[in-house]
Nanobody, 122 residues
Framework: DVQLQASGGGLVQAGGSLRLSCTFSGFPSADYTLGWFRQAPGKEREGVSCFRDDVSTYYRDSVKGRFTISRDNAKNTVYLQMNSLKSEDTALYYC????????????????WGQGTQVTVSS
């Protein structure tokens, strides 16, 4: 079974940094991709950053220049480095995964982690 476990959330002051981690396992083949999503209270889930393939990445406009997605295949982990955090970044952050044809900020991934809370105080 595919499993994803997100961690690293917490409470941070505006302007601070956090690094989210998502460990994954159980993919049936090497054809998979990962992404980060978030959902704030009362709002729809939105794509934050995704791998399109081993090189290409997507970032939503509001996080460009502040967030960086990366992965360590040896550790089966994908990261989201978040710098210069703002109050509007407060949300429950999820990692997601599926085959590469399902990549994208629309969130068509079939596998989701449990979420980790990020709270940015102003």
């Amino acid at each position: 079974d595919v499993q994803l476990q997100a961690s690293g959330g917490g409470l941070v002051q505006a302007g601070g940094s956090l690094r989210l981690s998502c460990t994954f396992s159980g993919f049936p083949s090497a054809d998979y991709t990962l992404g980060w999503f978030r959902q704030a209270p009362g709002k729809e889930r939105e794509g934050v950053s995704c791998f399109r393939d081993d090189v290409s990445t997507y970032y939503r406009d509001s996080v460009k220049g502040r967030f960086t997605i990366s992965r360590d295949n040896a550790k089966n982990t994908v990261y989201l480095q978040m710098n210069s955090l703002k109050s509007e970044d407060t949300a429950l952050y999820y990692c997601a995964a599926d085959s590469r044809q399902r990549w994208g900020p629309e969130g068509k991934y079939g596998y989701w982690g449990q979420g980790t809370q990020v709270t940015v105080s102003s």
